[in-house]
């Protein structure tokens, strides 16, 4: 049922394109960055819920889904005050920012070069490690060996995309263009 609804989801938002810019609304390299450590999540997270009981289990994921929540909820309250000052503020201008139907105007904006496929070779590395992974008994050696082995492709893979992903950045500041194909922030 998840897999189902996250591939139509997918789907849809595939041809959805950025608000302002020419650009898909997935940042593909910023995908990749996350998805190895995601991956390997899941695989440990499979393997320690054989370990743990589940009370602790759900206790720590009552846990976790308070401080997401509470953190999201409190980020909420000052966007919407963020927003309600600028409403105001755009309220009290005479000069009209938005058409008829209320939708921003933007008048200029420069176009993103769309960039180069990216290969799946990471992903197939890690699903066959995970494959063979699966068909060997648990907690023999080999059993270890592959699940380091699987650690240390995780850890390769998320390297060399914060190696593209800098060098992207490094290149299109020495080209002057200080706007930011993913303006997401961590506060």
């Not at 290149?171 to 194909?181: E, H, M, Y």
Request: net charge positive; glycine share 4%; charged share 20%.
């Amino acid at each position: 049922m998840i897999m189902g609804a996250s591939t139509s989801s997918f789907w849809y938002n595939l041809r959805v394109q950025h608000p302002c810019r020419e650009v898909p609304i997935f940042y593909y390299d910023l995908a990749l960055l996350f998805q190895p450590m995601l991956m390997l999540g899941i695989t440990h997270g499979v393997a320690l819920s054989g370990v743990f009981s589940y009370w602790l289990i759900d206790v720590l994921i009552i846990i976790l889904f308070l401080g997401t929540s509470s953190r999201s909820f409190f980020r909420g309250i000052e966007m919407w005050k963020e927003e309600s000052i600028l409403k105001k503020e755009m309220a009290k201008s005479q000069e009209t920012f938005a058409n008829s139907r209320g939708e921003f105007l933007i008048d200029t904006f420069e176009p993103l070069i769309p960039k180069e496929e990216k290969t799946q070779k990471e992903v197939f590395t890690f699903n066959f490690l995970q494959v063979i992974k699966n068909d060997l008994v648990a907690c023999s050696t080999w059993y270890w060996v592959f699940i380091v082995a699987q650690f240390s492709a995780t850890l390769a893979v998320f390297g060399s995309e914060c190696v593209k992903l800098y060098k992207e950045r490094k290149r299109r500041k020495s080209l002057g263009n200080t706007k930011f194909v993913c303006e997401a922030t961590i506060n």
